[in-house]
Nanobody, 114 residues
């Protein structure tokens, strides 16, 4: 069965950085495009970044472009999200997802506050 386990969230000051990880199992990770989503307080879930199966192409929401970097290590079945220059609007629960599969992980909380 598909399992996605996000980690790396926490409390960070504005301007700080965090690196999120998502460990995948139960499917062939290397053939799926992967995505990071987030859901802030009182907001709808939104996709923030995506990456093709071998990592050759990435895409970002305008709100995070230039600050966030999505990457993957297919040998480790792991997806990453490097987040820099964080601001309070980035506060959310962050989730990873395989495009085309319906499963979600439990998410990891990111709080940006002074």
């Amino acid at each position: 069965q598909v399992q996605l386990v996000e980690s790396g969230g926490g409390l960070v000051q504005p301007g700080g950085s965090l690196r999120l990880s998502c460990t995948a199992s139960g499917f062939i990770f290397s053939v799926f495009a992967m995505e990071w989503y987030r859901q802030g307080p009182g907001k709808e879930r939104e996709r923030v970044a995506s990456i093709t199966p071998v990592g050759g192409s990435t895409n970002y929401a305008d709100s995070v472009k230039g600050r966030f970097t999505i990457s993957r290590d297919n040998a480790k079945n792991t997806l990453y999200l490097q987040m820099n220059s964080l601001n309070p609007e980035d506060t959310a629960v962050y989730y990873c997802k395989a495009r085309g599969l319906s499963s979600w992980g439990q998410g990891t909380q990111v709080t940006v506050s002074s």
